[in-house]
């Protein structure tokens, strides 16, 4: 058990890659890794529709840029020297998480994309390369 009598977590998910990565609401790469490194379970509750068969290059520029619209003590901030990130989405290696909640079952973290592939027919079994 965790701290403060917590037992378990779920989280939502905004899309799912195949290995088990998760790309979910900024905090979620925390509480995740606290409670792998506390034993506290860790659950994403989505639908496997979301499958995404790559992160693109974009998703990783935005998150690495500031958001000076997005927080409004930002310039007192920026005046002061602080530097800040101000992320669209947390990316969370499956590694840290303890299972899927889906409508097709609890599933492990891994099993995601063969199960989202077989069930609904789209993504692939390997992103590689793409032919021109």
Known sequence: MGHYGVQSAFVGADAVMSDGTVLTTPGVLVISMVGKASGVPVHVVTDL????????????EVNEEPDSDGVPEAQTWAEAGFGFLNPLV????????????????????????EVARAKYGFGTADPGPTDP
């Open 90 to 113: 947390d990316i969370v290696p499956g590694s840290y998480l303890t299972s899927y909640v889906t409508e097709f079952g609890q599933l492990e973290p891994a099993a995601v994309g």
């Open 49 to 60: 529709w979301k499958l995404l068969d790559a992160l693109g290059p974009e998703i990783q």
